[in-house]
């Protein structure tokens, strides 16, 4: 049982460079998140899918897109990377809306 | 004003000693509230849940809630220098009913157990 799984671990992108970081839960867990973290400011709330087939935007949406390719996979999609958008990554996936949500390794993006 | 508060530290306490984090929230409405531990370089874990007024003890780590003040705490008994870590509170913010489900989080404190 891994848990949520995420990949790349790693990734540096130029601007401009599109890229899509790839989350996985086997947690038949029905909600998935996307989450970035910056220095001083917490976790804020990207997008978000609180079921199969259905994404909702969060705090910080400009400049992403996702996809909920089934019940197990939610990917973002950066389609055209910023400076700005250089952070830390955390999917996190939940069994039930407002439950204890369950967060993946990270991915440590970096934009030149 | 921030929807959930914490105070940035460093907290810095003496091995053996109890460590005390406090958060404050704006909802009125929350019913779930959440202290995650995160270790430099590492992803958030849970530690403890809280849904009711009152006080939940798991080991050495006890979290308290009183909805009526707005506030949870989270108290670490005997601590160790590997409680050494950023702690997250995270609150279930309600806005709207389509908002349920969508974790508010604390920028976090930082603790520092020193031997």
């Known amino acids: 049982n891994a848990g949520v799984t995420q990949t790349p671990k790693f990734q540096v992108l130029k601007t401009g460079q599109s890229m899509t970081l790839q989350c996985a839960q086997d947690?038949?867990?029905?909600?998935m998140y996307w989450y970035r973290q910056d220095p001083g400011m917490g976790l804020r709330l990207i997008y978000y899918s609180a079921s199969e087939g259905t994404t909702d935007k969060g705090e910080v949406p400009n400049g992403y897109n996702v996809s909920r390719l089934n019940k197990r996979e939610f990917s973002l999609r950066l389609e055209s990377a910023a400076p700005s958008q250089t952070s830390v990554y955390f999917c996190a996936s939940t069994i039930a809306r407002g439950d204890t949500q369950y967060f993946g390794p990270g991915t440590r993006l970096t934009v030149l | 004003q921030k929807e959930v508060e914490q105070n940035s530290g460093p907290l810095s306490v003496p091995e053996g000693a109890i460590a005390s984090l406090n958060c404050t929230y704006s909802?009125?409405?929350?019913?779930?509230f959440f202290w995650y531990r995160q270790y430099s370089g590492k992803s958030p874990e849970l530690i403890m849940s809280i849904y009711s007024n009152g006080d939940k003890e798991d080991g050495r780590f006890t979290a308290q809630l009183n909805k009526a003040s707005q506030y949870v705490s989270l108290l670490i008994r005997d601590s160790q220098p590997s409680d050494s870590a950023t702690y997250l509170c995270?609150?279930?913010?309600?806005?709207?009913?389509?908002?349920?489900?969508?974790?508010?989080f604390g920028a976090g404190t930082q603790v520092v157990v020193t031997p």
């Open positions: 909802d009125r409405g929350s019913q779930s």
């Open positions: 995270a609150v279930n913010i309600r806005k709207r009913a389509d908002s349920w489900g969508k974790l508010q």
């Open positions: 947690m038949n867990h029905n909600s």
